[in-house]
């Protein structure tokens, strides 16, 4: 067991489910100071949600490296490779699409 893995797994499990039932955002600073009028052209729920999973995915990465001693280096190292596209590709998705404009 990595008792290492284990606690970031619950850590960034934890913050992705609170980015996903929408509390997260609240406490970021570039949202703090972003204008009301900006904020008002997004649909910040169903951003969350994207974004809670995508962190609740790492998290779950880094879980199953911990309890699981055959999840080791190689597939470990694979895996967070899929995540980093996977994450990039969901950014690339956010910008370019309108799914997150307020109507």
């Known amino acids: 067991m990595n008792y290492t893995c284990i606690f970031f797994g619950c850590l960034f499990i934890a913050m992705g489910l609170i980015f996903a039932f929408g ?3 609240i406490h970021l600073k570039a949202w703090k100071n972003m204008p009301q009028k900006e904020k008002d052209k997004i649909d910040i729920l169903p951003l969350c ?25 190689h597939w470990f190292m694979c895996a967070m490779v899929a995540w980093f596209i996977v ?14 404009d307020h109507p």
């Open 49 to 73: 949600r994207n974004i809670g999973e995508v962190i609740m995915l790492n998290g779950i990465l880094f879980l199953t490296k911990g309890m699981w001693s055959g999840f080791r280096d």
């Open 23 to 25: 509390k997260g955002h």
């Open 87 to 100: 994450a990039g590709l969901d950014v690339w998705y956010i910008s370019k699409g309108h799914r997150y």
